[in-house]
Every structure is written in C-alpha cells, then in structure tokens.
C-alpha cells in the first residue's frame, strides 16, 4: 500500500514537473522559433505560458496543437531544437521526468489498487 502511495505522488509530481518543462520549450519555441510555432498550430502551455494572455479564448486546434506537440516530444525532436543548447538540455530533462511518471502511473496501479 505504501508503494502505491509513493507511485501516486511520484506521478503527481512528474505530471506537474513535465508540464512546466513542456511550457519552458514552447516559450523558447515562441521567442527564438516564431515561424515553427505558427508551422504547427501555435499551441499553447499547459500551465504557465499562454502568448495570447491569461484569458485567451477556447479554441480546439490549439488545443489539439497542444497535446500533440506535447506528444511528439516525447518521441522525435524538433529539428531547431538541435540547434539550441538549452533546448536540448530541456527535452533530455521532460523525456526523463515523463518516463518516470509513466513507471510511477504503472505502479500505482500494480500495487495501489
């Protein structure tokens, strides 16, 4: 029982920590790569950055811009983030953090439930 405790908070915490690392590559996306960013749907950040403002209205492309960009991530770099130092360092850090939540969501079901 006290593995899957530990597994929920692990997932928890990667859920949050993955989500600030993918805002930290679209705000370097947005400010370095504006062209890309359009290129793709111009999504938005799950938690912190939103280029429109705070109260930017609901529009499902961006949504769906979003996720899969959040996906693909996980899977295949973009090809500007080879050129970029810190954007390398950035995806090495969400691939990382992201594989860990999906182990800790995989626990928690094998021993919390």
């Given at each position: 029982m006290r593995i899957g405790i530990?597994?929920?908070f692990g997932f928890l915490f990667s859920v949050l920590i993955s989500s600030y690392?993918?805002?930290?590559i679209l705000k370097i996306m947005y400010e370095s790569y504006r062209r890309e960013w359009e290129k793709i749907g111009r999504p938005l950040g799950i938690l912190f950055f939103n280029p429109?403002?705070?109260l930017a209205r609901?529009?499902?492309?961006r949504w769906?811009?979003?996720h899969?960009?959040?996906y693909r991530l996980l899977f295949c770099?973009?090809?500007?983030?080879h050129d970029d130092v810190e954007g390398k360092r950035l995806l090495w850090i969400y691939?990382?953090?992201?594989?860990?939540g999906i182990l800790s969501f995989l626990a928690f079901f094998v021993y919390g439930v």
């Open positions: 530990l597994a929920f690392l993918h805002d930290l429109d403002g705070f609901f529009d499902i492309r769906r811009a979003t899969t960009f959040q770099a973009p090809f500007w983030i691939r990382f953090i992201s594989t860990l």
